[in-house]
């Protein structure tokens, strides 16, 4: 198959469908074993330094890589894609568009799904049969993350690790779906975390931190029960056609959308703080304004940019946060 890059989530069975075989370039860019060097490579090609480092990863891993063609989102991800395609196709990149409507209407996105497939040369039908095809493997995300919140028995690294790669089913997703069901078999065998830890959500775009954050955060007596966008990513209402899936997709959408499932999820997965993760010069990180105002549980808001580790402030601040959770908790408790 041959491959097509993309830059964020998007109808990865009409990819599959037209005989392309995805490859989410964030995915390649994190997991570099020197993503600085990826950034580098955008830097020295003239991405100015106060550009989203998400971006010029891309840009960088696309190179690096070799990818001859990348489907990009161009409304409902990184208002700085638009451009990045204008760089690309300066690069002899071939570039393909792909805009979420504004608002999660069916009808709209009815509308660009059939573009889409009509520009890669297949039909809604054959990417409806994917859309089967991929049920066992959206099904396993989500039961990882059922084990993670409800049974204690999977790591919030884990459910980070295998629901973000849903993008892209690490790029071969018959392989995925069998490591994933030997995972959640190894699960189902462990014990359950303490229930003394403190049970933490993540919001907002996956870190630049890559493990270091979930980590840290277990040798503290915590662990990320609620993953946003990663779960996002594993379509957690896939309807009954792919218009109705990506109309469920909240992260495209208005960030009341966003709210909606957050709120329900904070409540049902008995969340204690919630770390709100904001990237440096991305215009989503005003959102955080809105996340303070209407979300009723202690939020700390990192920002990261191209950190690729947390740094001794970070973890002192992430350390401070878990220790005011505690100490409320135990003043519940006394009351």
Not at 3 to 9: D, E, M
Not at 46 to 70: M, Q, R, V
Not at 112 to 130: I, M, R
Not at 275 to 296: M, S
């Amino acid at each position: 198959m041959n491959k097509i890059g993309i830059t964020t989530t998007v109808p990865i069975e009409i990819l599959l469908a037209a005989g392309y075989q995805p490859v989410d370039l964030n995915n390649v860019f994190i997991a570099d074993p020197n993503p600085e060097r990826l950034i580098n490579i955008a830097e020295r090609a003239g991405f100015p330094l106060n550009c989203c480092s998400w971006i010029k990863g891309i840009y960088g891993a696309c190179l690096e890589h070799k990818i001859d063609t990348i489907l990009c989102v161009t409304t409902g991800d990184c208002s700085n894609t638009v451009m990045l395609m204008e760089v690309l196709k300066l690069k002899g990149i071939k570039t393909i568009p792909f805009a979420y409507p504004d608002r999660p209407d069916r009808q709209k996105m009815q509308d660009a799904l059939e573009s889409l497939a009509k520009t890669l040369n297949t039909t809604l039908d054959a990417a409806g049969q994917v859309k089967e095809e991929l049920k066992p493997c959206r099904r396993l995300a989500l039961k990882l993350d059922e084990l993670t919140w409800k049974q204690g028995v999977a790591s919030g690294l884990e459910n980070h690790l295998w629901l973000v790669s849903s993008s892209d089913f690490n790029q071969d997703y018959h392989n995925y779906q069998k490591e994933l069901k030997e995972l959640v078999e190894k699960c189902l065998k462990r014990p359950s975390y303490p229930p003394d830890w403190l049970r933490i959500a993540y919001i907002g775009v996956p870190s630049v931190y890559g493990q270091d954050l979930y980590k840290y955060l277990e040798t503290k007596g915590a662990r990320v029960v609620f993953n946003e966008i990663q779960r996002q990513f594993a379509m957690p209402h896939p309807g009954n056609s792919l218009a109705e899936q990506y109309s469920n997709y909240t992260y495209p959408y208005s960030i009341y959308d966003r709210l909606k499932d957050i709120t329900a999820e904070l409540n049902k997965r008995r969340v204690d703080g919630v770390i709100h993760y904001v990237q440096a010069f991305c215009y989503r990180g005003i959102g955080d304004i809105i996340f303070r105002n209407k979300l009723k549980l202690p939020i700390l808001t990192l920002e990261g940019n191209d950190e690729f580790s947390l740094t001794h402030h970070l973890k002192t601040r992430v350390e401070a946060f878990l220790d005011m959770l505690h100490r409320s908790r135990r003043r519940t408790k006394i009351a």
